[in-house]
Structure formats: structure tokens, C-alpha cells
């Protein structure tokens, strides 16, 4: 695997491919992101990974300066997963003047992990465009762990006619069912054996759907509550619907193909994210 630090020699190594597979991540590299390597490899005929932790995405008081830094394990992984090049930019390569442009996502990024972190989709959208434009693959790999991640990146995608492909891939989850992420390695570990939880309520909302019940608020509200009584300070659990992440009415959650349920609670002082599918083998959106 060849690793590049600047964007021009990266440019002069990709000439020769007709089909570039991207997957961007800030590092800390994980099954879950791996599993991200293993889906590019089936779409492109050479797989760039970049590793940028973006500061533009993190908020006062966020962790940025504690974010797991682990480049050695990270190459280490990536060549295990025959990853052709790793694009691992300085903030001076990505950033030499103050970014002073800025992509403005639509309402949706105000929502959800937008109402909790401001500026953090504008922070994202801005990186993973100008990522794009250093690596112009035509496909890039998303994880469904950052479902709403992965929706707002598709409609710029779209939206900005830049002519790739976005790929979902399934979330990675420990046996217990704990959603993989780089910020389980900050729970101690009685949080740890607490984490599983969240996955559980989340699904616990989901089958309760695919059942028939439609008063969404109140399952809202009775996973806020579990969580709450077990020490998880709770931003959200949210059921929403669609790709927009739309917010369903009743009558909606009666088809629950495409209703998704997501949440955001702190354990601690490590907050983590998660959803899950109402109908949990709908193909990836
Ligand atoms: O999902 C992430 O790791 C980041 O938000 C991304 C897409 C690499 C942008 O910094």
C-alpha cells in the first residue's frame, strides 16, 4: 500500500484507474471501517482510504484533541485489506488558508446529531467535498452507523451533480450487539457492559413498529425513559422515515419499510450514536 500525503502525488498515482473506490475516515480503524475496505474493493479497481481527523467537524469542547491517533495500526490494517493507497493529508495539505467557504447542508443538518452538535455537518459536508475533489473517485464508501451522515453526504452528492456513486454499508456490531466506533475505546469498563443497551432499546422500538404500533412518540419516549433509569444521559431517540430522515406520521409508521430509529445518549462522558431498521433486511439506503 503507498501512502500519500499530498493530494498532487496522490492525483499522479490514480491516473492509470478507470474506477476509484473511496472511503474516507479519521482513523482509529476498526472491524467496522474495515468492513467499509472490503465493500470499495467489490466497486472499484483501486481503493484509496484517507485518514483526517477534520477539525472543521468538531465543536468547542469536543474531543479533537483526544480523537485516537493510531496511524501504525491503522496501515497495518488497511494493508491487510489489500487497500491500494492511503491518503493521510496534513491539516496544512487540506487546509492552507482558513477554509472560509463553507457547505451549508439543508435543514436535516440541523436536526438530530445537528441540534446536538452545531456546525458539525457543515464541518463534514465541507471535508468529504473537498476529499472528493482531491481523490475524484466515482464511488465512496459510507457506513450505516452515520445514517444521517450518510444521507446528507448523498444529497450533496446529488445535489452538487458531482458523479459518484455513494455506497452504504451495514453497521458492525460486537456480539453483544454494541455498535462498533472509534469513542467505545474511551467507556471504562463497567460503561462497556452498559453500552449494549442502546442497541437493545433501539431495536426494542423498531420490532415494536414492525408490529403495528404507531404511536411513535410514546415509544420515543418510553426508550428515553429505560435509558434514563440505567444512567445514559439521553439527546435523542428519534423515528424517522426515508432517506430525508423524515419525521413519520402515524399512518405512515403503518408501512415500516424504510422507518428508521435512531439516538444519541452520553454514558459517561462518551456519547454514542446508533439506529437500526424497522425492517431490519431492507438493502442499504
Ligand atoms: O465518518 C467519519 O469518519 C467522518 O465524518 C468523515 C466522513 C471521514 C469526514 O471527516
Known sequence: MQTFHHAADLARALAPYRRVAFVPTMGN????????????????????ASIFVNRLQFGPGEDFDRYP?????DRAGLEREGVDMLFAPTDQEMYPVPQLFRVRPPPLGDELEGAFRPGFF?????????????????????????????????????????????????????????????????????????APRLHRVLRRVADAIAAGRRDGAALEAEARAELARHGWQVDYVAIRQGPELRVPSPEALASPADVIVLAAAKLGATRLIDNVDAVPSRATR
Open 122 to 194: 457543515d464541518g463534514v459536508c465541507t471535508v468529504v467535498l473537498k476529499l472528493f475533489n482531491l481523490v475524484r473517485p466515482q464511488v465512496a464508501v459510507f457506513g450505516k452507523k452515520d445514517r444521517q451522515q450518510l444521507g446528507i453526504v448523498r444529497g450533496m452528492t446529488q445535489q452538487f451533480n458531482l458523479g459518484i456513486e455513494i455506497v452504504a454499508s451495514e453497521t458492525v456490531r460486537s456480539a453483544d450487539g454494541l455498535a462498533l466506533s472509534s469513542r467505545n475505546g474511551y467507556l471504562s469498563a463497567a460503561e462497556r457492559a452498559e
Open 29 to 48: 480503524l476498526h472491524e467496522g471501517h474495515l468492513a467499509l475496505m472490503r465493500l470499495a474493493r467489490s466497486h472499484g479497481d483501486a481503493v484509496v
Open 69 to 73: 491517533r493510531t496511524m501504525d495500526a
